[in-house]
């Protein structure tokens, strides 16, 4: 089993930043991607940024590309998520996900693993 934790959401002003980490822990596996993901409250959860975590290749939604940075430490087992220029459209809970596979690493249904999430509010 992998257990994934979340934190570093909060409040925030438009135009603002803040940094999202992933903490992983449990079973190893050695090729897989991991990748952030958010949820609007009724509406569904969407594909943000994603990592190869072995080769570090990056992906990210056209709404995040230029604002959002996904990177990993691969030493501590930990993804993050540096959110810049932060706009109201941007609140949801944000989620990390990890991946067996590296294949359609942008779909929900790709990953196997998920936390719990973090809450991220930005005021206008």
């Known amino acids: 089993q992998v257990q994934l934790i979340e934190s570093g959401g909060g409040l925030v002003e438009a135009g603002g930043s803040l940094r999202l980490s992933c903490a992983r822990s449990g079973s190893t596996f050695s090729t897989y991607a991991m990748g952030w993901f958010r949820q609007a409250p009724g509406k569904e959860r969407k594909f943000v940024a994603a990592i190869n975590w072995s080769g570090g290749s990056t992906y990210y939604a056209d709404s995040v590309k230029g604002r959002f940075t996904i990177s990993r430490d691969s030493a501590k087992n930990t993804m993050y998520l540096q959110m810049n220029s932060l706009e109201p459209e941007d609140t949801a809970v944000y989620y990390c996900?990890?991946?067996?596979?590296?294949?359609?690493?942008?779909?929900?249904?790709?990953?196997?693993?998920w936390g719990q999430g973090t809450q991220v509010t930005v005021s206008s």
């Open positions: 996900a990890a991946a067996r596979s590296t294949r359609f690493i942008s779909v929900v249904t790709s990953y196997d693993y």
